[in-house]
């Protein structure tokens, strides 16, 4: 199983920004999907996720600005980011817990970088 990220980039402050991650190889099916993101000196951090079923969670801080949303078809996951600060700052990594047959595990992302500059 592969997660492939996309979207990162260089953006001002105030601008917006979609990632995207995709999972493909052996899977039964996806449960739950989120995003994560670690600044440098610091520890990974949940960002958002998101059930199956579509329901969502965030991190206070980006509450209103991002939204998570998944196409269970397409076995992705987006992260719409708004409103962007410099705080944002940070390296971006998809997360999803795949079942293949009988197993079950959780898969990152390598990663995409969002820079935000004031």
């Known amino acids: 199983v592969q997660l492939q990220a996309s979207g990162g980039g260089l953006v001002q402050a105030g601008g917006s920004l979609r990632l995207s991650c995709a999972a493909s190889?052996?899977?039964?099916?996806?449960?739950?999907m989120g995003w994560y993101r670690q600044a440098p000196g610091k520890q990974r951090e949940l960002v958002a996720d998101?059930?199956?079923?579509?329901?969502?969670n965030y991190k206070d801080s980006v509450k209103g600005r991002f939204t998570i949303s998944r196409d269970n078809d397409k076995n992705t996951v987006y992260l719409q980011m708004g409103s962007l600060k410099p705080e944002d700052t940070a390296v971006y990594y998809c997360?999803?817990?795949?079942?293949?047959?009988?197993?079950?595990?959780?898969?990152w992302g390598s990663g995409t970088l969002v820079t935000v500059s004031s």
């Open positions: 997360n999803a817990n795949i079942r293949y047959l009988l197993i079950t595990r959780d898969y």
């Open positions: 190889g052996s899977i039964s099916s996806i449960n739950g």
């Open positions: 998101i059930t199956r079923g579509g329901r969502t």
